[in-house]
């Protein structure tokens, strides 16, 4: 019998319901997350947390010491510098410095934590769990439980502008009870909380909830859309427009489930292997037998197949079409495949070692730029942001400040201060949730005297993170400016 899996958008309530499962149903698997570039796994076993990996940037052992406060900037550039030089594990360097100011497991527990919760900020992004038996070397030697994680995830991560968009798109939604029941020793709400998760069940719309809500509205939203993942509350009508589905027979049918599984399943396995192994042929193959083995799977996995079927199916079929075409066209050509062979030849793991050493060089240039732009040493900040965005070109933080850079060496200029929102812009694409590139952005278009659009930038900025006292001090002056204006308007008119 197939196990348990699952896929859907990371900023879905779907998500919780998954991470609730995997809980409950003690389940044994593998998460994949990604969005864009950005690519994480985790790791459960018994319905418990027990290991992760990603490659993002705020998700490394360093950065989270960093950004919880544990080691210091100095600490945290030499630090870097010692890992790039002598290829250690950046927990191995801080403890030999003495720099590790909690137990080296404690820290390992922290990294993990973060990576999890993090996984609730990672907008635009999908996931997919399957359940499967994992391999002894990813298991770490500790496990965290699933639902206070879940809940710190949802409650201190999941963006501001998904939670008001639930919101609105909800708003005349009336909830019910869910099928789950509320279990205080999993996790504990607070008493206005658990009034909020009563008022939902009581033939209330969800607008009509949270404008009775003793609480922000953002912080009432995120409840109730945990409510919703975890089974407590539904929507009453849900049921019968399921109904209706199923008796149409216009959406997936059990059959479609399985395929679209089945194909998610194919995909993580070819992303897994080497062109070769896609095609079950050794590296001696020849032309005829490789292409032999591609048409197999073109004609199985070929788009124009699935013409008729839901876009979740065509898209997953697509995206297999689209690596063993990429694999057929290298091989059968001279050229091309005698550069995959010496990629092979020279590992893969070199490779990757080779782009971890760009990572760590981008953000001990970034770090060195940060250090640099406090004492206001523009030109040599603009050029460690430079030679940061050069090595880690994913980065969003590394393109606003490279940005911001632009500007403050030449605050005057519009060919400066349009180069420089260039660069902010293509920052906060990258990382939407990055507050000092909405704070950059805000004060260029202040500038620019376009006080509307920079006010907007200040409050996302702020909204982002409440700890950013640059942005609050931009608002509270538009605000003093305005009341200034219509004293001066009132006086005049007297």
């Known amino acids: 019998m197939a196990g348990f899996s699952s896929s859907g958008h990371i900023n879905n309530p779907q998500l919780v ?27 459960f076993k018994n319905g418990l947390l027990v290991g992760g990996r990603s490659n993002i940037l705020k998700e490394t052992f360093g950065r989270v010491l960093f950004e919880n406060g544990l080691i210091s900037q100095p600490d945290y550039e030499d630090s870097l510098k010692e890992v790039l030089e002598k290829k250690k594990r950046h927990g191995a360097v801080l403890q030999e410095r003495g720099l590790l100011p909690i137990n080296i497991n404690d820290a390992l527990k922290l990294q993990l934590r973060m990576r999890f919760v993090y996984t609730f900020s990672m907008s635009d992004g999908a996931f997919h769990f399957r359940e499967t038996a994992l391999p002894e070397n990813i298991v770490s030697q500790f496990s965290m439980s699933l639902f206070n994680l879940i809940i710190e995830g949802v409650k201190m991560h999941l963006p501001k502008n998904v939670l008001l968009e639930f919101a609105s798109k909800n708003a005349e939604t009336t909830y019910g009870k869910g099928k789950e029941q509320y279990d205080p020793t ?20 969800l607008g009509q909830v949270l404008a009775g809500a003793q609480m922000k509205q953002e912080e009432a939203a995120s409840l109730v859309y945990l409510f919703m993942g ?5 929507d009453k009508k849900q049921k019968e427009t399921e109904a209706a589905m199923e008796e149409e027979k216009v959406k997936f049918n059990e059959a479609h489930r399985k395929l679209i599984e089945e194909f998610k399943d194919k995909l993580d396995e070819l992303k897994e292997k080497n062109y ?3 095609f079950h042929v050794n590296q001696q193959a020849n032309s005829a037998a490789i292409k032999k083995a591609y048409f197999v799977l073109a004609k199985q996995y070929h788009p124009d197949h699935f013409f008729d079927y839901p876009p979740e199916i065509k898209e997953a079929a697509s995206d297999i079409f689209t690596i063993v075409t990429t694999a057929y066209e290298t091989l059968t050509n001279d050229d091309e495949r005698k550069k995959y062979d010496e990629y092979l030849k020279s590992g893969k793991k070199q490779i990757e070692n080779n ?28 050029e460690n942001f430079k030679w940061a965005v050069e090595l880690n070109s994913t980065e969003g933080e590394y393109f606003s400040y490279l ?26 694409q990258l990382n939407k949730e990055h507050d000092s590139g909405y704070y950059f952005l805000g004060r260029i278009l202040k500038v620019k005297g376009e006080e509307q659009k920079a ?6 900025a702020y909204a982002k993170n409440q700890q950013n006292i640059d942005a609050l001090r931009e608002i509270r002056a538009f605000e003093l400016s305005q009341k200034g204006q219509k004293g001066v308007f009132k006086k005049f008119f007297k």
């Open 276 to 278: 070769y192994e896609c």
């Open 230 to 234: 975890m089974g407590f509350i539904e």
């Open 186 to 205: 999993l996790f504990s709400l607070s008493q206005t909380e658990l009034n909020l998760l009563l008022k939902m069940t009581s033939d209330r719309t």
């Open 455 to 460: 006010l907007e930038a200040f409050k996302t």
């Open 355 to 382: 782009e971890a050493d760009k990572i760590v060089k981008a953000e001990l240039q970034f770090q060195k730029g940060q250090i640099l732009m406090k004492t206001n040493n523009l030109k040599e900040a603009y």
């Open 17 to 43: 319901a998954v991470l609730r499962n995997i809980a409950t149903m003690k389940l044994e698997g593998i998460m994949r997350v990604e969005a864009g570039k950005f690519k994480k796994e985790l790791y």
């Open 403 to 428: 940005g911001w850079s632009i500007f403050r060496l030449d605050p005057n200029s519009e060919e400066a201060r349009a180069k420089a929102l260039e660069y902010i812009k293509r920052g906060l």
